[in-house]
């Protein structure tokens, strides 16, 4: 599994908010040259983690994005599920019917597969913004 680099972006995005005090906002330029977000990016990917409840938008001359909930709240999981979907690292496990060998039970690969998603997933939900925050030089 390969993050794509919107993701990356997002990451950097929701950082760097999550720095901010609590209801501060940012322009989406000045957020772009804070990040080194190339401009054409940052209005799809605030769009995204808007539409996931994870950033809101502030129209008017003092507007901007900001999080739309504590720092503590928001995960990597969260940021990943809003730009890429649902995590799974072979598509097995995203879909049932997707094994082309049609078994009837689950094989030892699927099994083991299964165990490392699960474990991947909840390592990603425990890494919240705010303990990013509180590791930043």
């Known amino acids: 599994m390969q993050l794509n680099q919107a993701t990356d972006y997002a990451f950097r995005a929701v950082l760097h908010l999550a720095s901010l005090p609590a209801g501060a906002v940012v322009s989406a330029r000045e957020l772009?040259?804070?990040q080194a977000i190339p401009p054409r990016f940052v209005l799809k990917i605030m769009h995204a983690l808007t539409r996931a409840g994870l950033v809101e938008s502030r129209?008017?001359?003092a507007g901007g994005f900001g999080l739309a909930r504590p720092a503590a709240e928001i995960s990597l999981l969260d940021v990943i599920e809003a730009l890429e979907g649902p995590?799974?690292?072979?598509?097995?496990?995203?879909?049932?019917?997707?094994?082309n060998k049609h078994c009837t039970s689950e094989c030892?690969?699927?099994a083991a597969?299964?165990?490392?998603?699960?474990?991947?997933?909840?390592?990603?939900?425990?890494?919240?913004?705010?303990s990013l925050v509180a590791k930043k030089p």
Do not use: S
Request: proline letters at 5%.
């Open 32 to 34: 772009a040259e804070a």
């Open 59 to 61: 129209r008017g001359p």
């Open 87 to 99: 995590v799974a690292i072979h598509r097995c496990l995203a879909e049932r019917e997707a094994c």
């Open 108 to 110: 030892p690969v699927h």
């Open 113 to 130: 597969l299964r165990g490392l998603q699960d474990g991947l997933v909840a390592g990603l939900r425990r890494a919240t913004f705010a």
